[in-house]
């Protein structure tokens, strides 16, 4: 239950980028917000400014499209994770922060290679190899690691970064050869770390 009361009916909200765990934005709610948020799965927040509710996206279609929420501990901030439904700030920038672009771009890149799944195209390398089935992604990840070792070993810092680069995005199109997430992979490595 949140805690509306020691804010004088509002709590921030900091929204979160669901794939990439980038910060979009920081609004506030009031119970009516919170209610509507709940209600249309849209991010809805209480415009200070304008004196009443604004759902994010209401003008520009850039809705924040609720994925979980999470309640502080002393239940009076919001952490709601979202599907931006494209730029989150006014400005047409990604995040209303102005962060160096995105720290996080390997847990986008899979859901970049998710859309090539979900919605294939003619000229999509990703759709290519996935036409191609299991084994050949499969060899290429083989391939990409034997690049990445020889580079290791014997080429320049550029080449390396490249050859890692190559390695990773096709091990992310293995993943999603296999159906399997980033997520299971973290938790995972997390079980392990205990």
């Known amino acids: 239950m949140i805690d509306f009361k020691k804010g ?34 849209k991010v809805t927040f209480f415009s200070r400014s304008k004196n009443r509710l604004w759902t994010k996206g209401e003008e520009s279609g850039n809705f924040l499209l609720v994925k979980s929420y999470h309640i502080d501990c002393d239940k009076d901030t919001l952490l709601i994770k979202v599907t931006p439904a494209g730029p989150t700030c006014h400005t047409g920038s990604r995040s209303c922060f102005d962060t ?39 060899q290429k990840v083989g391939e990409e690691a034997v690049e990445t070792v020889i580079a290791a070993l014997a080429e320049t810092e550029f080449d390396f970064i490249n050859e ?12 999603r050869e296999k159906g399997v997430t980033l ?3 973290a938790q995972n490595l997390a079980s392990r770390h205990r």
Do not use: C
Not at 9 to 36: C, F, H, R, S
Not at 106 to 119: H, S
Not at 164 to 175: N, P
């Open 164 to 175: 890692t680069s190559d390695l990773f995005f096709h091990l992310l199109v293995l993943l």
């Open 183 to 185: 997520e299971q992979i």
């Open 100 to 138: 160096a672009y995105n720290q996080n771009f390997i847990l986008a890149l899979e859901g970049i290679i998710d859309q090539r799944y979900t919605f294939p195209t003619a000229d999509s390398y990703v759709n290519k190899l996935h036409e191609k089935g299991l084994n050949k992604v499969a």
């Open 8 to 41: 004088d009916g509002l709590v921030p909200v900091v929204v979160q980028d669901v794939q990439t765990l980038e910060v979009l934005m920081l609004g506030y709610m009031n119970e009516e917000a919170w209610a509507k948020t709940l209600q249309d799965k």
